[in-house]
């Protein structure tokens, strides 16, 4: 069997989330859908909460609507009609949290943790490391045993800038018995100014070198297995 028949035959589903704001979660989540589309996989991206700047930058990517996915404004079994509904017929779902992952409306409630726990899936972290080695312990050990219903698979490391910055970030995940799932090295072009309700898309960042970076650093058939 092929990697392409073994990994569409299964269902992968999974949450990227950040500790705050600004940690590189958009420029990975879109990164990896360009990727996994890019194999020849049907990949359905939703957003948490009721973005609606990251979920056109989605569906450019994957060529199918992005659904945001809200329980502030709707019920969590609205939640999950709208997961099983849109994501029926495809090989990859992709949810892109927003702000930090236990950030809600009143503390963790309608924050992405909590579409994490209620849909079932599991939540990727992507980590800003651009100023921290070893300090990145205690912090992962924190989000990683917060919650015990809200299952962090793994982590993938933004920023990181060098091979010896990312082998002590790797020792970290070992110690932790945390999954490494590879990292992202620091680019100036893969940034995204910022403006009001999130990022500006005016200026994009070369996809193509994205998903070159991911495809050679992220352990992504790792990912699909989480």
């Not at 056109?56 to 060529?63: D, T």
């Not at 943790?113 to 490391?129: N, S």
Request: hydrophobic fraction near 40%; include cysteine; proline fraction near 3%.
């Amino acid at each position: 069997m092929n990697i392409f028949s073994t990994f569409a035959a299964m269902k992968s589903k999974f949450l990227i989330a950040a500790p705050t704001s600004g940690s590189g979660k958009t420029t990975i989540a879109r990164g990896l859908m360009a990727l996994f589309v890019s194999k020849g996989w049907r990949v359905q991206p939703f957003k948490c909460g009721p973005d609606y700047i990251d979920t056109k930058f989605h569906e450019a990517v994957c060529h199918r609507p992005s659904v945001n996915l809200d329980t502030f404004m709707a019920s969590q079994g609205h939640v999950r009609a709208l997961f099983d509904k849109y994501g029926a017929d495809a090989d990859v779902c992709v949810v892109e949290g927003m702000m930090g992952l236990f950030d809600g409306y009143d503390r963790d409630k309608g924050s992405s943790a909590e579409i994490a726990r209620t849909l079932g899936i599991p939540v990727v972290l992507v980590v800003d490391a651009k100023s921290a080695a070893y300090s990145m312990a205690p912090m992962l050990q924190g989000f990683v045993n917060f919650r015990d219903d809200v299952l962090i698979c793994g982590v993938i490391f933004n920023k990181v800038g060098s091979e010896r910055h990312f082998a002590i970030l790797q020792q970290v995940c070992d110690d932790l018995h945390i999954e490494c799932l590879g990292y992202v090295p620091k680019r100036s072009a893969l940034g995204q100014e910022e403006r009001y309700l999130g990022l500006d898309f005016s200026k994009r960042a070369e996809t193509g070198e994205l998903v070159d970076l991911l495809e050679k650093h992220v352990r992504w058939e790792k990912l699909l297995n989480v």
